[in-house]
């Protein structure tokens, strides 16, 4: 099984057309999208009984792969509650057609005066219906919650929401590995350079591997692809790796190679890039190895694969030395 990752909303609405006794709309709906302590809050009056309008999240933006299966949807919503004694009164699925999925309602979970995430739906959990790739990457699938709160003045404040689809690949029965060894597919983009700084993220660097170097690091032998400086900088390969199940599936990863200046004087790196963070992941390190001696990195990803995959299934990943002396 894969999942999505937690994915942020690109639309949060105050929605009144799924209930006639709704009577008290959401302000700020737009500080829902993310986690940064802004809110989207319901402000209560006493003796009214509140009954809010439904705070509905959509355009996710999901790429379910082609005809995978969903297994599950899983929401969760980061919030308080100035009182400490609610509890949501419902909380369901929205599906493709804009329409609450409503045979199953995951309301009746309290809220804490304390900010933190409470958890709707699981990894198996399918809202009571049966869903269509399709649905979820439509822009209309998503999630609403709504609270009634008959005494008092209080707020209840959202400061984030976000689902996680649980979803099997077509053909696959489960999320089996990719293997990511650096050996080489038409797809993939092999760069290397000698740079300064370290690169932040994981533009192409400047030299291209050409046909004949894509060939030398595809098997484990004498053939190797070097890159060489005479000054403080980094010597970095990067390497993209397409997955041709067009998939999110777990990586293993591994690496071979040798270095001029020993790993024992500074470190080599095997890193991974972060799309959703924007920061490049240590999987591996070596800072014992000896001069012009073989050794090997390594690492898996997974989880919260979609973080790593860009929209064409390329994962970025790189090996790397900061060069302190003259060498290579």
Same mark, same amino acid.
């Given at each position: ?13 105050? !929605? ?7 009577? #008290?709309?959401?302000?700020?709906? $737009? ?18 009984? /509140? ?6 999240? %959509? ?20 919030? @308080? ?5 609610? +509890?949501?009164?419902?909380? @369901? ?14 309301? $009746?979970?309290?809220?804490? #005066?304390?900010? @933190? ?11 009571? =219906? =049966? ?8 822009? !209309? ?20 929401? *976000?689902?996680?689809? &649980?979803? =099997? ?20 983009? &092999? ?10 993220? $994981?533009? $192409? ?6 046909? *004949? ?24 390969? *990067?390497? @993209?790796?397409?997955?041709?199940? !067009? ?14 200046? +020993? ?9 991974? &890039? /972060? ?11 070596? !800072?014992?190895?000896?001069? %012009? ?28 030395? &900061? ?6």
């Amino acid at each position: 099984m894969a999942d999505t990752g937690w994915i942020s909303p690109g639309t949060v609405l105050t !929605n009144r057309s799924w209930s006639t006794y709704s009577n #008290t709309p959401w302000n700020d709906i $737009d500080n829902a999208k993310s986690s940064d302590n802004s809110y989207a809050t319901l402000v209560t009056t006493d003796g009214v009984d /509140n009954i809010s309008y439904y705070l509905e999240a %959509n355009n996710f933006g999901f790429s379910i792969p082609d005809g995978a299966t969903i297994d599950g949807i899983e929401f969760r919503v980061e919030c @308080k509650y100035d009182l400490g004694l609610n +509890a949501w009164d419902e909380g @369901k699925v929205v599906d493709e057609s804009s329409s609450l999925s409503s045979t199953n309602d995951r309301g $009746d979970v309290s809220i804490s #005066t304390d900010e @933190k995430y409470i958890y709707f739906g699981d990894s198996t959990e399918l809202w009571g =219906t =049966t869903w269509a790739y399709t649905d979820i990457n439509s822009s !209309n699938f998503g999630c609403a919650l709504l609270d009634r709160i008959i005494d008092g003045d209080h707020t209840v404040s959202v400061d984030h929401i *976000q689902i996680k689809v &649980y979803y =099997t690949t077509a053909g696959t029965g489960t999320n089996s590995d990719r293997d990511a060894k650096i050996t080489g597919a038409p797809e993939d983009v &092999y760069t290397r350079e000698a740079i300064t700084p370290l690169p932040g993220d $994981d533009t $192409d660097l400047t030299t291209s591997y050409s046909e *004949q170097d894509i060939t030398d690091v595809s098997a484990s032998d004498d053939d190797r692809v070097g890159l060489e400086t005479t000054s403080v900088k980094y010597l970095i390969h *990067q390497f @993209k790796k397409y997955n041709d199940n !067009n998939a999110l599936e777990n990586m293993n990863v591994s690496w071979e190679g040798q270095t001029t200046l +020993a790993p024992s004087s500074s470190t080599v790196y095997l890193q991974v &890039y /972060n799309l959703d963070t924007t920061l490049w992941e240590t999987l591996d390190s070596d !800072n014992s190895s000896s001069v %012009n001696t073989d050794f090997s990195l390594s690492g898996i990803v997974n989880a919260d694969l979609a973080n790593y995959y860009d929209v064409n299934y390329l994962v970025s990943f790189r090996v790397y030395q &900061y060069i302190l002396q003259e060498g290579s």
